[in-house]
């Protein structure tokens, strides 16, 4: 399985900030997801992030607030723009290994104040 | 991707096998049934996925039925530390479609 890690692991910030999460995995992926877990609900997918093309974004997110790159097989970020109270949640990457697994980093808790 | 049902909560004893099921009627035959758990909003580990056979590892194991409509996670010995919410998923490709899960609660 892939070793995954998140910076950073939490923060709080100011409403209107922006915040951006890194996501860095020990070998060399395809395909990385983006989730988002907010208080007390299930996890909910934001977007898919293949290297060499855009992010595919799920229906309720956009490229505006969730911007995300992609920039080799073993490093994402996701950015949370213009924050507002409602973006508190655990956002989660994940990685799909050789035998389409999904292994999943230990997530980022932030906090909008 | 097929939707699962889980029962929303289940409390187990320590160091009794714990049964958890789901029923996946929808389920198509290119599609897997993977288990996750989530212990206290750490990111959620990986536990087991199967087709058609019944699968074991080192954590768990899993029964599907014949039809491939239901199936069963067991934790042969449920410790302490499997406390958590744990989730089944019909999955082929791509995106994972996480639901409620079930909250289990193993106790001394």
């Known amino acids: 399985s892939a070793v995954i890690s998140q910076k950073p692991s939490r923060d709080i910030c100011q409403r209107g900030t922006s915040l951006t999460i890194q996501c860095q995995v020990d070998?060399?992926?395809?395909?990385m997801f983006w989730y988002r877990q907010q208080p007390g609900q299930s996890l909910t997918l934001i977007a898919t992030a293949n290297q060499g093309s855009e992010a595919t974004y799920e229906s309720g997110f956009v490229i505006d607030k969730f911007p995300i790159s992609r920039p080799n097989l073993t490093f994402s970020t996701l950015t949370v723009s213009n924050m507002s109270p409602e973006d508190s949640s655990i956002y989660l990457c994940?990685?799909?290994?050789?035998?389409?697994?999904?292994?999943f980093g230990p997530g980022t808790r932030l906090t909008v104040l | 991707d097929a939707k699962t049902t889980q029962p929303t909560s289940m409390d187990c004893a320590e160091g009794r096998a714990a049964n958890l099921p789901c029923n996946h009627s929808t389920i198509s035959g290119n599609e897997y049934v993977y288990w996750y758990r989530q212990i206290h909003s750490q990111g959620p580990q990986y536990i087991i996925h199967g087709l058609k056979n019944n699968e074991t590892n080192e954590m768990a194991s899993l029964i599907i039925t014949e039809d491939r409509k239901s199936s069963t996670l067991i934790l042969p010995h449920a410790t302490l530390r499997d406390t958590a919410v744990y989730y089944c998923i019909a999955f082929s490709w791509g995106k994972l479609q996480f639901g409620a899960g079930t909250q289990v609660v193993v106790t001394p």
């Open positions: 994940s990685v799909q290994g050789g035998t389409d697994t999904q292994y």
């Open positions: 070998s060399q992926v395809t395909m």
